[in-house]
Every structure is written in structure tokens, then in C-alpha cells.
DNA sequence: GTCAACCTGGTAATCGTTTACGCGTCAAGC
DNA sequence: GCTTGACGCGTAAACGATTACCAGGTTGAC
């Protein structure tokens, strides 16, 4: 029923030609007649011939194809960053695939034994844990690796992630200038760089500006929506936070609906620049992360990295800003 | 520098064996002597061998990878479909690579060309475009393709998607239901099945209501969240409709940008059940589509239509429901 | 006219696997 | 003891592409 597809014989047999002149043709080599060139290219299009990826880089000892690995198809600020470095690579005209592993250590184990089988030229990717998650197969492999947003403890590769502790510090500032003085934060587990650099710079940050901060100030979550809400409950119980600065988007979230229609709720300062946060009322002021800069920076170092190897690694740094709407009003 | 990965050859050196045998001991052969097999494995270990997807595929005459490939990286829609179909496929222990398509055809007919190069097993398939989109690649390779969400013309596949005109309907419904006798709806292009199915399966509910429904009730955007809050914004200035139904999700936000605040607006019926419908003020009334179920159904489609290729393809619609919110209150 | 240099295109080896085939060994049945 | 069968393992041929090498023909210089 189905015909096996057409090989590169195949062509060469409808062109009367050998098989290495139609691997030269379709490889753009010059050292071919044009008479050739034209019945190869014709025997190409009356067979309906697509290259074997597979034959072809098995011969050539690696592909052209680059990864992309991120924790959550569903998180807003990873689906930015893949749609970016995607748009970018192709570009460049490198292929790309992405695969999630679920903030599960063992799915991304296996999602790199499947990278290094396949031959995948360099990886970009989200660590599911900056200090558990083990690079080691894709590093001894020889494939590049480039961090995106969260670091690795000890892992000599390229970083390109948010400057955390100054977000953090750009928080409170911005939340301090406003006339408020009792913060809250409410952080992630201590393992996730990401949301505990935030957290430090913050609570820090008030420290220098010379406010007590209490050891209830510092309130964790487990990252999803539903802990947010939760921890944001108990702190309104409590009564002592005028300002709450929650460090990732989903916790964010839940803060919110926590304190939806609360007369007298504190302020909230959420991060990353989510669609909701600009719908809601109030609006919600965020600390968005430079996206869009990441990604590009992470593509590039990328490319860079697969063109020569050996060089040092590097780590860029990016900062946030401060998009200020309604939820973080001077207090008065 | 980097030393060249290990063969199958180099591990069957280390354990003193033909390759056949290594061969044979990694891929669970039972005729293998227990003695010879532990030392294979150890010499495995040893050599930190990874099998060579590409050698192996290529052998094989296939790899055992489905692909999933969807128009936009970040609509949650379809990052939803791919979390859950990606959870499936896994467990299947298939394993699975992603690609969006930027809603652009030729960036479509690309990724097609790679995946028949790359010899994937099974493709499941968001359309970029439901009269345009041309399978013909995909499936002239023996590649088994599941639609999923957007049928496509004309196409002989298997397709999971919503009932799209019954969604329309129900919409209808529940706007009557509640009073309203003026409504309109935002679709997008004629050539989108998806919205044009859900405004027309509105539009003829009306009319069986007994409702007349003028020509200025159906409106066109594009898609993308800013037409959603210019239609709706020419909509209020009319200030005809007493109910407005928006029938993709990101026009929907953008149409609830518009009435936000505004005294007096129409109600508001979105389509999707994404986030910041139940953070905002009013919470917004949506169309709710089974994106679990659709996920489901369109990967059980796919690992049966990969295990016999020649069954008739058939078509599996999905029900919607309501979930009504604040955005629809009985009119009063 | 001869020879060297060059250009084109074919032959065959190779990438890393899997697997059909066959060879040796051993046990059982007569 | 000899045949038969089963069993375990190695040899070598594929899979589909790329490319080093070589053969044959053309060209140009002397």
C-alpha cells in the first residue's frame, strides 16, 4: 500500500546519473555540469525525493538541529522565551525542537539521553533545579549548553539569566519611595536561585533602607497559583504587611485573588509582565524581566558557543524594570 | 580536545564481544548467556556509551518520535493541547518533539519538510490554516496526521476538534436565556473554521430564537488581542448590541479591555477559559472548550492510527460548556 | 604531437546500528 | 556413536547519505 519512499538511487537511477553527482547537486556543489544539474533537479522533483536527515547526518557525524528544554509548556514567561529563540534560530536557519520536562528531575534526565542520542547540535535550557539538575550527559557528550534564567551551581557553561537580587532590591525601592514600610515577600523553595535571589535582594534591600524586617516577612510558596493564594490568606490574617512582593508569575496569581475586593489590602507587586496583570482591577504593577533581551542573548551566545567550543564561558546578567500600575498606589 | 563519543564497537571491545551481542543485550534479546550480558552492561557503564538514535533509526527504517506542531508558542490554548499531549505520549513512551508555526504557511510547509526528513512516526497537527494548509508532504511520506482543534478541507485524516457551531449555539442560549435580545459577535477570518463555525452556530441559534439579527451583529477581527478591543470599541460607540459574544481567546482580552469600566457595556462572553477571565472585574463568562478531552482523544487517534495506517479516518467532535460568571448576569 | 594540468563524474568506503545467516557446541534420542 | 535439534554467538550485509579517490576526457603549452 504504501510505497517506500524515494532514496537518493532513486534520483540517480530517473537522472541517469550516480548517486554521489545527486548528493552534489542537491548540496549546491559548483563542480557540477549544468546539463546534469537540470535533469538531477528534474529527477528530484518527478520522484517527489526529500534527503534521509538521518542517513545524512549519520555521515556527517551531527545535525544542524538545536533544542530548546523548558520546565512548563504552560508558564507565560517560558512559552516567551521559547517563541523567541525559536524565531531567531530559524532564522539563522537552524532547526528547532523544544521539549518540556514537567519541573521533573527525572523527565529532564531523560530528556537529555534523548538530546545526546540524537545528535542535537547545542541546547538551550530552562534547569528544572539549579542544584540538583546534573548536566553531565549533554557536557561530556560535547554538546554546548546554554542556561536560560536560572543558573546551575558549579556548571561551567553560559548563563543567561534575570539579575534576580537586583529585581528584588528595584522591589522594594520601588515600594519603599511609596510610603510603604512593613514588606512582605512571599518566595519560592530555597533550591530555586531564581525566586530566593529575589527575596534576599528585597528583604536586603530594606535592611539598607533601614526598616526592621521581621522574620514572618519572608513567607514561601510552592511556585503554583494555589500557594500563592494560600500564603497571601495568611499574611492578610495576620494584618501586619502593608506591601507584598511576590517572586514568580503564577504565585502571583493567586496572590491576587487572595485579595480581590479586600478593602485595605495591602499593595501587591507581581513579577513578570503576564496578560492578566494588566486587565485586573486594580491593575497590578510588576517587575517584568527583560524577555525579549534574554532570549536573543541566549540565541546568540548559543551560536557562538557551537562555533568555537573551547572558549571560557560567560555569564550576561539582565536587568528588570519596573512596570508601575495601580496595585502599588503611595500609600495615604 | 573533545574525544569522539563511544561506539557500539568500542563497547563490544571492552567486554570482549561481537557487536551483534552488545546489539542484542541493549535491545533485551533473550538469547544472550547471562555472564555475557552483565559484562556488556558493565562495559556500558564503563564506556558511557548512548546509542546512536541516528544509526538506529536509520537501520530501523523510522524512529519511534511523534511530533506535535502548533500555530503560536504562546497562546495558551495550545501550549495547553501540548502540555497534556506531551504527559500522554510519554507515558506511551513515545518520545515527542514540538514546533510552532508562527501562524504562517511557509513556515508550516518547512517544518513538514523536516519531519518527513526526519522521518518522524505520527505528527499531530494544529493548521495553520483550515483551506490552505496542504498535508500533501506529510502524508504522500506515509506519515500518519491527526488534526487537532482545526479541521482542514477536504482532508482525508483523522480530526479532534470542538463542535464549534454547537459552541455558537449555546452561546446563544445563554445569552437569551438571561435576557438579552441584541446580540453581535466578533469572529475572525472567513477562511478560520473554528470562528466562523462558532459565529455562524450563533448567529442561526438567534434566528431560531425568533431574534432578528442585523447584518452590523457579525464582526471581523483578526485574531490578536488589539483587533478584539477595536472592534468591541467601534461596537460601544454603535451602541447596539446588548450582549457580545468573541470567539477566539485573545480577542476576547482585548474586548474586555474595552468595556472595562465602561458603565453600561454590553455583556461580555468570551471564548477559552484562560487565566485572567476569572481574575478580572467583572469575572468574564466563557466558552469553555474540553481542552483535556480534545488532548486525550487526539493522541489515543494518533498511536492507533500509527498501529494500523489503512482504517478509515474519523472524526471525533467535542462538546463545549459555559462557565458562567459575573460578565453575563441576567439583564435587569 | 606529446605531456601535464585540470575538470567532471563515477566507484566505493564510511558513519553506527540491526539482523539474516551460518557455524560451532552440546544434549537428547536412537 | 551418530544424527538431529536447539541454542548462543559472530560475520557481514544492509539502511541512505557524503566524500576521498580515481579514471577518463579535454585543454593548452611546448
Redo the contacts between chains.
Sequence with gaps: ??SP?PTIMDVARTAGVSSATVSRVINGATTVDKELSKRVQAAVRAT?Y??????R??RRGG?SQIAVVAP???N?YF??I??EV??IA?DQSH??????T?DDLA?EQECF??L????VSGVLLVPVDGMRTDLG?LT???IPVVLVDRGIDGAHTDVVATDNHDAGRQAARHLHERGFRAPAVIAGSQTLRTTEDRATGFLGAWRELGVEVGADALQRGDLHLESGRTVMEQLLAAGEADCVYVTNNRMS?GA??AI??VEGAPALLATDD???TR???PSVSVVHQAVRATSRAAARMLTQRMAN??EEPSTTLLRSRIIERDSTQPKG
Design positions: 500500500m504504501v519512499r517527489g526529500v534527503p534521509n536527515a538521518l542517513g547526518s549519520l545535525t512548563d509548556a504552560e507565560p512559552t516567551q521559547i517563541g525559536e524565531r530559524r532547526s528547532v525542537t523544544v521539549a518540556h514537567e523527565v539521553a534523548q545526546v542520542s540524537r545528535h550527559p561530556d557528550a560535547g496569581a491576587f485573588e480581590r475586593g503576564d496578560l492578566w486587565l485586573v482591577t567550543p573551547d
